[in-house]
């Protein structure tokens, strides 16, 4: 979650600098992102049905090391909408189920104590 927090961040200041592009441009970037994310989410509900809490998660961060992959190689600010895009429809999977697993692992009459730990340290 931290990880994804980082790229969520630091997306506008990498637009900025590689792509001498103002906060004008990058709004509507992050504005999609948001849009999409809600489909996204809908989307995994399904792919959560299926293949459980665990796999979506990991799909999820498969595609996460995929996009940081291709942020590497990116040539132009097309490619930064839909390396946006696809950061959208996994945003909200990544972040539901890692709480949702985080929730499993740690002892139920003491959740508030780690939820607090968790918020804290992210």
Same mark, same amino acid.
């Given at each position: 979650?931290?990880?994804?927090?980082?790229?969520?961040?630091?997306?506008?200041?990498?637009?900025?600098?590689?792509?001498?592009? =103002?906060?004008?441009?990058?709004?509507?970037? $992050? @504005?999609?992102?948001?849009?999409? &994310? #809600? %489909? /996204?989410? *809908?989307?995994?509900?399904?792919?959560?049905?299926?293949?459980?809490?665990?796999?979506?998660?990991?799909?999820?961060?498969?595609?996460?090391?995929?996009?940081? =992959?291709?942020?590497?190689?990116?040539?132009? $600010? @097309?490619?930064?909408?839909?390396? &946006? #895009? %696809? /950061?959208? *429809?996994?945003?909200?999977?990544?972040?539901?189920?890692?709480?949702?697993?985080?929730?499993?692992?740690?002892?139920?009459?003491?959740?508030?104590?780690?939820?607090?730990?968790?918020?804290?340290?992210?």
């Amino acid at each position: 979650n931290d990880g994804i927090q980082t790229i969520i961040s630091q997306g506008v200041i990498f637009a900025e600098e590689v792509f001498q592009r =103002g906060l004008t441009e990058l709004i509507p970037v $992050f @504005l999609m992102i948001q849009i999409v &994310a #809600f %489909f /996204g989410s *809908l989307l995994f509900i399904r792919i959560e049905r299926w293949m459980g809490t665990r796999g979506a998660l990991v799909s999820s961060l498969v595609v996460w090391i995929i996009l940081i =992959g291709w942020a590497f190689f990116m040539q132009n $600010f @097309l490619e930064f909408w839909a390396l &946006a #895009f %696809f /950061g959208g *429809l996994v945003l909200g999977v990544s972040q539901s189920a890692s709480r949702t697993i985080y929730a499993w692992m740690i002892p139920h009459d003491h959740s508030a104590e780690f939820f607090s730990l968790y918020a804290i340290v992210g």
